[in-house]
C-alpha cells in the first residue's frame, strides 16, 4: 500500500489506501489487518488505521475473526446469492431511474463505454472485459441520478471484486454480457423506463442463477462460470 500524504485528511486517506489495496487483491482474502502492521504500512499512528479498518469491515471487505482480529473477507458462493439477490432489486432501480433522467451527454458516455467494452470483448481481453463491465454498471448508476443508490451498489460490487480473488478467468461469457448492455442502453435511449428495468434485472437474474447452477464462485466473481458480467 502507499504511504498516505501527510496534511491531507489521514483517516479518509487511510481507509482508500486500504481499500483500493483489498479490491486490487495485493491483500487477499483471509489476509490480516492488524492496527499495527496497517499503520505501518500506511505511515500513519495507530487511531487512523484503526479507523480504516473498521469502515472496512462495515462495508463488509473485512471480517472479524476470534483471537486473529480482522482478515479479509472471504466471499462464498452463498454470499454471491445474497449479493446478486439485492442487486436484482436496485440495479433494476437504477436502470428505471435512469431511463427517466438520462440527458443526452450521459447515453453518450454509456455509448463511448460499451464501444470500448467491445473492442475487448473481440480482442478476447477478460481483464479489460472486466473493467469496462463495472464501469458500466457505475456510470448506470450514476445515471439514475440518486445518491442513496449509489452507496450500497458500490458496496455490493466491492464485495463481488473480492470474489474474483482465486476464480478462473475465460472469455466465453463476454459477448453475453456486452449483449445484455446494449440491451439496457437501447431501453434508457427510448427512455423507456419499464423495459430499461425489466431487462437490468434479467441481466442480474441470469448471474445469479448461474451462480447457484454452478455452486462456486463464478469467474472473475462475475457472475458466471464462463467469464460473464458484474
Given amino acids: 500500500m502507499p504511504p498516505v500524504v501527510l496534511g491531507e485528511a489521514l483517516t479518509e486517506q487511510s481507509y482508500l489506501r486500504l481499500r483500493e489495496a483489498i479490491l486490487q487483491r495485493r491483500l487477499p482474502a483471509g489476509a490480516r489487518l492488524s492496527v499495527p502492521a496497517v499503520a505501518r504500512r500506511l505511515g500513519v499512528s495507530r487511531s487512523p488505521a484503526r479507523e480504516a479498518i473498521?469502515?472496512?469491515?462495515?462495508?463488509?471487505l473485512a471480517t472479524f475473526v476470534p483471537r486473529k482480529g480482522a482478515v479479509v473477507a472471504r466471499i462464498t458462493a452463498a454470499d454471491l446469492l445474497e449479493i446478486y439477490e439485492l442487486r436484482e432489486v436496485l440495479e433494476g432501480l437504477a436502470a428505471r431511474l435512469a431511463a427517466e433522467r438520462i440527458a443526452a451527454d450521459g447515453l453518450a458516455g454509456l455509448r463511448a463505454l460499451l464501444d470500448r467494452?467491445?473492442?475487448?470483448?473481440?480482442?478476447?481481453?477478460v481483464a479489460r472485459h472486466m473493467e469496462l463491465d463495472q464501469a458500466f454498471h457505475r456510470a448506470l448508476r450514476h445515471a439514475a441520478g440518486n445518491r442513496r443508490l449509489l452507496e450500497p451498489l458500490d458496496r455490493l460490487q466491492a464485495q463481488v471484486r473480492i470474489a474474483m480473488d482465486t476464480t478462473h478467468r475465460s472469455p466465453g461469457g463476454m459477448p453475453q454480457a456486452l449483449a445484455e448492455h446494449e440491451e439496457i442502453l437501447a431501453a434508457l435511449r427510448d427512455h423507456d423506463a419499464v423495459r430499461a428495468e425489466a431487462v437490468a434485472r434479467a441481466h442480474i437474474i441470469r448471474l445469479r442463477q448461474s451462480i447457484a447452477s454452478s455452486g462456486d464462485v463464478p469467474a472473475g466473481g462475475a457472475g458466471s462460470s464462463r467469464g460473464g458480467a458484474r
Fill in 54 to 60: 473498521a469502515r472496512i469491515a462495515a462495508e463488509g
Fill in 117 to 125: 467494452h467491445r473492442a475487448a470483448v473481440e480482442d478476447g481481453d
